[in-house]
């Protein structure tokens, strides 16, 4: 029998917020652009190529750019990386935000997991989300990102600390947009939740979870 998910982990991009997907296939098709060259190149080499070390905190912003370009025209493309970085910037799905609020106001621990370049200003536009949740862990601060496994129990070790109490990993629910963020998770006994239309991944979490979620 599954166990009751009493602690749940929230990816950013993609779930709390709107994906980048849609913005960079925006651009594609503006500058003329193959349909999905963005995602291509971000999961070529996708341990080591230039959005992986952006996220680690390894190259800066103009790295990025230098190296990103690069390997666009390695692949036989001109693309521009400050229009793609632009496209990073999501809108907050506020059904989603409602359902942190529910869980939250059910008493069940929340973490946001989020791969990012820089971490997030608690004073900035981010700011009122970080408050919803326990623990917030960036890829930029730890060095380690998504699908990388130490990062999954490294949250779980935060939340436990955070709420002062020890969580079973499979009663850890976790929403992502990219299946390969989920499988390490998976296998630790993670309860994963892909989300491709919200309003099915909320519906999912509130049977995992019990908690109304409207």
């Not at 992502?176 to 390490?184: A, T, Y």
């Not at 509130?206 to 979620?213: E, F, K, Q, S």
Request: with cysteine; hydrophobic share 45%; aromatic share 6%.
């Amino acid at each position: 029998m599954t166990a009751r998910v009493t602690a749940v982990v929230f990816d950013l991009g993609g779930v709390v917020t709107t994906s980048p997907l849609a913005a960079f296939g925006d651009y594609e098709r503006e500058v003329g652009l193959p349909e999905g060259t963005v995602a291509r190149l971000n999961t070529t080499n996708p341990h080591d190529n230039a959005w992986a070390r952006f996220e680690r905190s390894e190259l800066d912003t103009d790295g990025f750019v230098e190296v990103f370009e690069a390997e666009a025209r390695a692949a036989g493309h001109d693309v521009d990386a400050t229009r793609v970085l632009a496209a990073l910037h999501g809108r907050v799905r506020p059904e989603v935000v409602t359902a942190v609020r529910r869980l939250g106001d059910a008493g069940l621990p929340l973490a946001l997991l989020s791969n990012n370049a820089a971490p997030m200003d608690p004073e900035g536009e981010h700011g009122p989300l970080m408050e919803l949740f326990d623990v917030v862990v960036e890829s930029s601060v730890e060095g380690i990102r998504k699908p990388e496994p130490a990062i999954y129990p490294l949250t779980l070790e935060r939340l436990c600390r955070a709420v002062a109490r020890e969580i079973d990993p499979t009663e850890v629910g976790y929403l992502d947009d990219l299946g390969p963020n989920l499988k390490p998770a998976r296998a630790l006994g993670w309860q994963t939740v892909k989300v491709v239309d919200p309003a099915d991944a909320l519906a999912e979490l509130a049977r995992l979870t019990g908690v109304d979620l409207t």
